[in-house]
Every structure is written in structure tokens, then in C-alpha cells.
């Protein structure tokens, strides 16, 4: 059969073709990425040999060989473990086969030169040898198969498959160098950037190069050793090979628990947002092994997701090797190890926050979402969670946390105040907060998706129960203000208000669920806010935009009896003959109401025709 030439994924195209044209300096991490994918071939090998020993083949002694060919300008990365076949390797090396990999080529479009690790960080570390390539074969035969496959590529827009006939088990990537890469036929580099990037790789990496082989690398398991004898630049390399990354690990825990159950845990938190961070799956990256043997990188019951952020490996000591993935969730000693690591790392990130609160506050920024999920899904670890949290306020821009919001609280008041949305400008000028800030009481602004579902899990903290402000009901009356309120304009008279609020409601009829007078507003007409017992505003409009909520539950349309229009108003209803007039200003007032929620007129065009005839009379006066 010939060679069949297919089309790369539109996205592949367009991330070779960045790649390829990159100014990238460092493109030595080519030869990382490439180990590393052989290091991972041979680790699934092992795992299933142990239930399938005949995957082995005659050939159990796993391992990576590099192979340098200086005349040919060939240089060649080779392992014996799991191996490709056709559909794998098209599945493999002609797609991006993860969600969001739209939005990922795109910010490899937009990336700096000194960015162009994110493409290590999503996965598609084999797509770096084209930096240093002007064509790349890989030729693969599947464990447990006879028939080999030769995949080739120029890096433009196809690439060939064909059958290989007999070739070893296991993969070979052969990378027909480019003139800028003289440097990568050099023995001594190559040894270097093993040494370097790898050593860490509990499997022998050799070197072979005008007829002399050596082993390059240590080829020993690095949470084995002791913590002492692990520089920090290993355990830098390590963490860029099992975590796929290129930034400084912002927290590295190294433990080896010994007793009842048995198992060793190197864990690192990133100190920059992995890519796939918000993936629908939610994933962990932590790699799972018994006794050094890989077993697999998405043992769902390890890792919580909302520490999903977490690099690293957990080695147990007492798990049976040939335990199926399917059950390790169930198993006991998993959960124990679960729970050990959650306590840990909980641990060590709060004697972080403790240590260095500006180092703190950059991780909360990049993690403190993921963390948060945490709130809402694991009651055991709530009340350490919402300790760890940060805030932003109307206080200021600096963080603040629950206890530091208590300290602040003013005289009479008893609730934590918070606000959610989606923008923390448009939280800042809202007009739920007018009251608030004329008495100088501070309010949370939150503005994660997650804010909206712990919200409604956590009824309080410290005895403080946790008040939106978008809801009824609030009465601030009795808090004494730390600072002095400015003159209050004075109010429509009351049965003036009354009137108008019965005109109002007469106008909106079931649009609304009541319309008041308000306390809260010191600037704005109008607002809405929720009743007691209804869903809170914004959480209800995500829920309707995944399709997991009933209609939009009717809000209450609170008035400002202070404000100049809302009393020209009242006059106009109490005297009586502008019923009209006043119920078209009441419908513009709604949709201005719903406009400042983010929730638009409820009919766009009658919005503006209201709004062209207020401006027509207001101009013709």
C-alpha cells in the first residue's frame, strides 16, 4: 500500500506554522518534549505488561536511546514502549485532540517569543522538533501488533502515513536537522541538555554518536531520594516534565508517609495558570504509581478538582499493581492518600499565605477560582478554604479576608456583605452599593463564576451570616456609619411615594414581583433586587444560560424617593390625569433597572420608543 497524505487539523496547521516562524531562542526544549513523550510511551508499557507480559515482546528492559548521525544532519529520539499504530498516529500527531484548542492556537498567535513555552504547557510538546527541523519521521509499531507505521511531515499543511513493515516495538523520531541547528549534532550538547532537562527520567536515556554509547542521565525515581539530596533546579526540571510547563514551581511538598499505609508524594503548585486550567473536565495532573510503576495520570478519586492546579506524582507503596483504573477510585487506601494530600497541601499553602502575603496574593490571583470550588463541593475542608480566601472590596484594591472584612465591621452590624458580577468596574458603580458607601460599610466584591454556587453553600462565617446586597430587605438603618453621610435630599412626600408606587405597579403588573420605596439608594433613581427567599440575581441568569433554571423569577423594583425624576414623578401621580405619562417613564425606569443587571429592556423597541418620545417632550419644553 502507498503512502496516504491527509490534511493536519486546521488548528495544527496554524500552530506549525507559528512554530516553525518563531523567533523562540530555546529551542533546545525541542529534545525536553521528546523524552519526555518516550518516558510516557514506556511508563503505559509497563503498566499494562503487567497483566498482558506478552505486550513485552521479548524485550523488557525499557529505556530511551538518542542517536546522532552528524554526516546525514539526523537526529534521532527513540523508545521501546507502547508504540503508534496508523489511527494512533494520525489521532496523535495530526490533531490537538483537547477542548479549547481554538482558543489556544490563539494565544499562541498572540504569544511573545519568550511565551512560546505555552505550547509544552498544553500538551503538544512534539510539535517544538519542527522548530529545529526541516522534516520529522516517525516510525512506531504498537505493542502486541506486527504491522509498523511511517508518519512524516515537512510541518506545512499534510502529512504522509504508511506501512513500515517489520520495525522494532516502541517509537522512533528521526529529525532531519535545519541549518540553524549544527549545534544539536554536537555530542557534547546533546549530553548537556539531557543532563540538564531529563535526569530526573527513572528510565536509562543513552547517547549514541560515532560509534560510541553511554548513559547520560541517573535514571533513578527523584521522589525516592532523600529531600536533602534534591537541588532545587532538579526539582525545577522535574516539574517541567511532569507537568508539561516552563515556569518556576511557586510551591514544592516532598513527603514520604510511613505507618498504617505507605507512600511518597512530590506535589508542585505552578506559579502560573496552566492553559487548560478551566477545561470542562476538570482534571488532575497528578501521575499515580505503585511501588515506581506508572499506573495512570487520571486517577479521578486522588486529587479533588478544585486542586486540580497540582504537578507531581504519588508513589503507594501498598496499592496492587495490577489493580484495574476503573476501581481505584473506590479503593480505601486511594481515599486515605486523598485525604493526607488535601490536608498537606492545604497545610503548606497557608504557611505560604502566612510567610509571604504579596507571593500569596499572585497565587490567589491565578488559582483562587479553582480554590474556591472547593467551598462549594467539600464540606470537610470549608472552613480552611474560606481562611485561605482573598477578597477584593470597596475598601480598597488590596486583597482583604473574611477576618480582615470582621475587624472593619462597623458598629451594629452583624452580616457580611458581598456583592457578585461579572466585572469588578461595574460591581464599583452600582447602584445597590449607594447606601453602603454612604455609610462607609464595606462590601465584597465578587466577580468568579464559582462566587455565585458557594455563595448560596456557605450561610456564614464566625457567626457572621453572608448577606448579598442585590437582595431585599436590607435595612441599614441601624448600623452607625464610620464616617459622616452627606446631606440627604429631601423626600417625596409620603403618600405622594404611595401613590406612585401604585401607579408603578399598575403599569408593570407581573413584571415585577413588588415595587418599594428604597434605603439603599442615595444617587440612582431605581434599582432591582431579589426577594427574600428567591434565587440571587446573577446566579440565576448563569443558571438560565446553561439552560438549568426555570424562567427568570419577577424582582422588586425598589424607587429613591429623593431622587429629582422619582419625585417629579410622584407630583405628576399624585394630581392626578399623566397615569400614562408616568407608567411609560416607569417601564423606561424597569428596563434602566435591568440594563444596569446586565439583563437588557425586556422589548428593545418599545425601550426606544419610549426613550425618543421622553427626549422629544423633554426637548420641545
Known amino acids: 500500500m502507498g503512502a496516504e497524505t491527509l490534511s493536519f487539523q486546521a488548528e495544527v496547521a496554524r500552530l506549525l506554522n507559528i512554530v516553525t516562524h518563531s523567533l523562540y531562542t530555546n529551542k ?6 521528546l523524552i519526555s513523550n518516550a518516558s510516557d510511551a514506556c511508563d503505559k508499557l509497563r503498566y499494562l505488561a503487567l497483566t498482558e507480559p506478552a505486550l513485552l515482546d521479548g524485550d523488557a528492559t525499557l529505556g530511551i536511546r538518542i542517536e546522532i548521525d552528524k554526516p546525514g544532519r539526523r537526529l534521532a529520539v527513540i523508545d521501546n514502549g507502547i508504540g503508534m499504530n496508523r489511527d494512533d498516529l494520525v489521532q496523535n500527531l495530526g490533531t490537538i485532540a483537547k477542548s479549547g484548542t481554538a482558543a489556544f492556537v490563539e494565544g499562541m498567535a498572540a504569544a511573545k517569543p519568550a511565551d512560546m513555552n505555552l505550547i509544552g504547557q498544553f500538551g503538544v510538546g512534539f510539535y517544538s522538533a519542527f522548530m529545529v527541523a526541516d522534516r520529522v519521521e516517525v516510525t512506531s509499531r504498537k505493542a502486541g501488533e506486527n504491522q509498523g507505521w511511517r508518519w512524516a511531515s515537512e510541518g506545512a499543511g499534510s502529512f504522509t502515513v504508511e506501512e513500515a513493515g517489520e520495525v522494532p516495538r516502541g517509537t522512533r523520531i528521526e529529525l532531519q536537522l535545519n541549518k ?12 548537556r541538555i539531557v543532563k540538564t532537562y531529563s535526569d530526573h527520567i527513572a528510565l536509562p536515556i543513552t547517547v549514541a554518536a560515532e560509534g560510541a554509547e553511554e548513559k547520560v542521565n541517573s535514571a533513578a525515581a ?22 508539561h510547563a516552563f515556569d518556576a514551581p511557586w510551591l514544592t511538598i ?10 511518597t508524594m512530590l506535589l508542585y503548585v505552578p506559579s502560573e495558570k496552566p492553559f487548560d486550567l478551566f477545561d470542562p473536565d476538570r482534571k488532575h495532573k497528578v501521575k499515580l504509581y505503585v511501588r515506581r510503576v506508572f499506573v495512570t495520570d487520571h486517577c479521578e478519586g486522588l486529587v479533588p478538582a478544585w486542586l486540580r492546579f497540582l504537578r507531581g506524582v504519588v508513589d503507594s507503596e501498598d496499592l496492587p499493581l495490577n489493580i484495574s483504573r476503573e476501581t481505584l477510585q473506590a479503593n480505601p487506601i486511594v481515599q486515605k492518600i486523598r485525604n493526607a494530600l488535601v490536608r498537606k497541601v492545604l497545610s503548606e499553602i497557608e504557611a505560604k499565605a502566612k510567610q509571604d502575603a504579596e507571593s500569596f496574593a499572585k497565587f490567589w490571583d491565578a488559582f483562587g477560582a479553582v480554590l474556591k470550588e472547593g467551598l462549594y463541593e467539600d464540606f470537610e475542608h470549608r472552613d480552611r478554604i474560606l481562611k485561605l480566601a482573598r477578597f477584593r ?18 458598629e451594629g452590624q452583624s452580616e457580611i456583605y458581598f456583592m457578585t458580577g461579572e466585572d469588578l468596574g461595574k460591581l464599583k458603580t452600582s447602584p445597590q452599593l449607594e447606601g453602603f458607601k454612604a455609610k462607609g460599610i464595606e462590601v465584597l466584591l465578587l466577580t468568579d463564576p464559582v462566587d455565585d454556587f458557594w455563595t448560596s453553600m456557605v450561610p456564614a462565617y464566625e457567626g457572621k451570616a453572608l448577606r448579598s446586597v442585590t437582595r431585599g430587605g436590607i435595612d441599614l438603618g441601624g448600623i452607625k456609619g464610620a464616617k459622616a453621610e452627606p446631606p440627604k435630599e429631601e423626600a417625596a412626600k409620603e403618600g405622594d411615594i404611595a401613590t406612585l408606587i401604585a401607579v408603578v405597579k399598575t403599569a408593570l403588573g407581573e413584571a415585577v414581583k413588588d415595587v418599594r420605596a428604597s434605603d439603599r439608594l442615595t444617587e440612582s433613581p431605581v434599582c432591582l433586587v431579589a426577594a427574600e ?8 441568569r448563569l443558571l438560565r444560560q446553561t439552560g438549568r433554571a426555570p424562567e427568570a423569577a419577577a424582582r422588586i423594583l425598589e424607587l429613591n424617593p429623593r431622587h429629582a425624576l422619582v419625585k417629579r414623578l410622584a407630583a405628576l401621580a399624585a394630581a392626578g390625569g399623566a397615569a400614562d405619562q408616568v407608567g411609560e417613564a416607569a417601564h423606561l425606569l424597569f428596563d434602566q433597572a ?5 439583563e437588557g429592556p425586556v422589548d428593545p423597541a418599545a425601550f426606544v420608543r419610549r426613550l425618543n418620545e421622553a427626549l422629544a417632550r423633554n426637548l420641545a419644553a
Open 28 to 33: 533546545e526544549i525541542f529534545l525536553r518534549e
Open 594 to 598: 435591568r440594563i444596569l443587571e446586565g
Open 180 to 191: 540553524e541547528a549544527d549545534e544539536f549534532l554536537e555530542r557534547a550538547r546533546i549530553d
Open 222 to 243: 527523584i521522589w525516592a531520594r532523600p529531600k536533602a539530596d534534591i537541588t532545587e533546579q532538579q526539582h525545577r526540571e522535574f516539574y517541567h516534565h511532569v507537568g
Open 254 to 263: 516532598h513527603q514520604k508517609a510511613e505507618g498504617t499505609i505507605e507512600y
Open 393 to 410: 472590596s470597596t475598601e480598597g484594591d488590596a486583597l482583604v479576608t473574611l477576618d480582615d472584612y470582621i475587624g472593619r465591621m462597623k
Open 533 to 540: 427567599g428567591d434565587m440571587d440575581m446573577r446566579l440565576a
